[in-house]
């Protein structure tokens, strides 16, 4: 599977269901999902660190702050 961020606990646990054996990550600096839960499962994971799509989910997050935060379930009073 390959993913622009690290995988949600959804798509996590949809890899670990459906018995995916490589995930791939564009980036995992903007969210940190699933990865060890993966590894523990016997899942490869290969995390690219794409500096271009760190630098486009960067500026989404700027741009769009509340959206972002209610997409990872982050309260801006939390952050």
């Given amino acids: 599977m390959y993913t ?3 995988p949600c606990d959804m798509c996590t646990g949809a890899c670990v269901m459906y018995k995916v054996g490589r ?3 564009g980036e ?3 969210f940190m999902g ?3 839960y993966l590894k523990q499962r016997g899942i490869e ?3 690219l660190d794409d500096q271009d799509m760190t630098a486009v989910m960067q500026k989404y997050i ?3 702050r509340e959206v972002w935060h ?5 309260d801006d ?3």
């Avoid at 209610?70 to 982050?74: F, L």
Wanted: no cysteine; proline share 0%.
């Fill in 23 to 25: 995930v791939v990550v």
């Fill in 77 to 79: 009073g939390q952050l």
């Fill in 70 to 74: 209610e997409d990872i379930g982050v």
């Fill in 4 to 6: 622009t961020l690290s």
């Fill in 45 to 47: 994971v290969i995390v």
């Fill in 28 to 30: 995992n600096k903007s």
């Fill in 62 to 64: 700027e741009e769009n």
């Fill in 34 to 36: 699933g990865e060890e």
